[in-house]
């Protein structure tokens, strides 16, 4: 199964996992998107529809233009939804584990829900605000 989201330029295949939380891979560019919907009302479809344009355009720039990405992208029912950006991980060794694995893996993610957007480069996290609409 493919998810194909506007702006993206190479579709990306969804891995082996089942459930709700799902994780889609890209193969070219060994970037990854792993879905955690925090309500059971919420999915893959609702957290990707969810969001600020800006900070969309953003997500998918980084995409296209940026090898060996993985995103953990969110959702909280009643919010938009939230992403963290990691440059520092090697998708291709995260997309045959199980969704519990990856999420040990992941560095700080407790602290990093106290932001809407974030990125993690050489350890250091950084709140993205220019993706941030006023």
């Known amino acids: 199964m493919e998810l194909e989201l506007r702006g993206l330029n190479i579709p990306l295949v969804k891995t082996k ?3 709700r939380n799902e994780t889609y891979y890209d193969k070219t560019n060994n970037n990854m998107i792993i879905f955690h919907p925090c309500h ?4 893959t479809d609702s957290i990707c529809n969810s969001i600020r344009d800006k900070a969309y355009l953003y997500l998918m720039n980084e995409l296209n233009e940026n090898k060996n990405v993985t ?5 909280v ?4 939804s939230d992403y963290n950006i990691y440059y520092d991980l090697n998708p ?7 969704y519990k694995e990856i999420l040990e893996l992941l560095p700080n993610i407790e602290t990093i829900f106290a932001y809407k957007y974030v990125e993690v480069k050489n350890g250091i ?9 006023l």
């Open 77 to 80: 029912e009643g919010t938009t």
């Open 125 to 133: 996290e950084r709140k993205i605000t220019e993706t941030i609409e």
């Open 71 to 75: 995103v953990f992208w969110s959702q």
């Open 17 to 19: 996992m089942r459930g």
């Open 92 to 98: 291709n060794e995260l997309k045959d584990k199980n």
């Open 40 to 43: 059971k009302d919420i999915d």
